[in-house]
């Protein structure tokens, strides 16, 4: 029986997450599949963790990340880069995740090769091409350049419909991002950050903060952690924990405001699972993340998004997720109703995910398989109860 190579390319935190699973998956296939893994080290000391925790090993790293780097530096590094290894390697697919520059210039060196294009989570769209910056435009062109776009929900797909993709190449797998939630989340979990070991931080109301968008960089944060400090002012039973991202930037501006208050817990950027298992033990959920939009409704905690649109419209229709910007006074009027309503929260903390279901990886691998005529029956898509 013949068998297909795949390479698969990331080179950020997120696209780690979302890939792990998939490649847990093609490890089951070891007599039809053979797989490269291609990282381009666009966030390295991020990438390293992630990398670690799952146990990946790369069989190239690019290693492109430079201090002061520009967008331009990662496509035309990754870009250049991947070409070497496609033109070596001659995999039968390419499959890339998201919508970072990495998985933009991995479509892209694929394409120039004529290699099959695999793109996982597509479909996402805020019809503004500066929001969010550069992710946008990074996954409209890679689904252009696709051959199988692998769209998390129906709304995804609606999305690439309406741009000319046609059905057959649109298969609806759920968010992969789901599947290594569950592998990830233990009910008697240990935390490996010290600070988290603090009994009396967890037996408050945690407040879960994180932000790193760049369009929500300076005046946007500065403004977020104002009103953090007028919520905990009034809320002596809630606590904030607001692991940091690793940006100087992003650091320097919440220390600024928020450094040394009280029941105010300012970490560095967690772990994987020590991110996954806080989130299962927090109160609220305060964020720009899109990975975590996804993966707090199977959690049951209220998401209020630090941004003004999104790219994850499902679970804002469903009403565990709510779109509030970074206004000052909107913030803490909304976190001030969650706290003080027990009906608004419990309105809002249903355990209902248009995401996925834990098996959009399996999905995904055994559609590729049927694909490349290696299997028989193609999967059912993924259906949001």
């Known amino acids: 029986m013949n068998k297909i190579k795949i390479a698969m390319i990331f080179g950020t935190r997120p696209e780690t997450i979302k890939i792990f699973p998939i490649i847990s998956q093609i490890k089951k296939y070891p007599h039809l599949i053979d797989y490269k893994i291609i990282v381009s080290g666009q966030h390295r000391e991020m990438l390293d963790q992630m990398l670690k925790i799952f146990q990946i ?27 070497k290894i496609l033109k070596k390697e001659k995999p039968s697919m390419v499959l890339v995740q998201g919508d ?47 051959d199988l776009n692998f769209a998390p929900t129906r709304q995804s797909c609606e999305n690439l419909l309406s741009e000319g993709v046609k059905r057959e190449d649109i298969f609806i797998s759920g968010n992969t991002v789901i599947d290594s939630l569950f592998l990830m ?43 953090i400090n007028k919520i ?11 692991p940091l991202h690793k940006n100087p930037e992003i650091s320097r501006n919440v220390k600024e405001i928020l450094q040394n208050r009280k029941n105010i817990l300012l970490l560095d950027a967690l772990d994987y699972d020590d991110m996954i298992n806080l989130m299962s033990k927090s109160y609220i959920i305060l964020t720009d993340s899109g990975g975590i939009q996804e993966e707090a409704p199977s959690l049951g905690k209220p998401v209020l998004v630090l941004r003004n649109e999104t790219e994850r419209p499902e679970a804002v229709k469903a009403g565990v997720v709510k779109l509030i910007g970074t206004d000052e006074e909107r913030i ?54």
């Open 57 to 83: 090993n790369p069989d190239y790293d690019l290693n492109i990340m430079e201090k002061g780097q520009s967008l331009s530096d990662i496509t035309n590094n990754s870009l250049l880069g991947i070409e």
């Open 100 to 146: 970072t520059t990495t998985t933009f210039a991995g479509a892209l060196a694929a394409f120039y090769q004529k290699i099959r294009i695999g793109h996982v989570e597509a479909g996402l769209r805020t019809h503004n091409k500066y929001y969010p910056f550069p992710e946008e435009v990074n996954r409209h062109i890679t689904s252009i350049l696709a």
């Open 185 to 227: 989340i233990k009910e008697n979990y240990i935390f490996r950050e010290p600070l988290l070991k603090d009994k009396k931080i967890l037996e408050k109301k945690i407040i879960l903060v994180t932000m790193h968008r760049r369009e929500n960089w300076g005046e946007p944060l500065r403004e977020t952690c104002r009103a």
């Open 232 to 242: 905990m002012n009034e809320h002596s039973n809630a606590s904030v924990i607001f």
């Open 332 to 385: 803490c009027s909304e976190v001030d109703s969650l706290l003080n309503s027990r009906e608004k929260y419990m309105e809002m903390s249903k355990s209902i995910n248009p995401y996925g279901d834990g098996r959009a990886s399996e999905r995904i691998v055994k559609k590729i398989l049927y694909n490349f005529n290696l299997i028989d029956q193609s999967p059912d898509e993924f259906k949001a109860k």
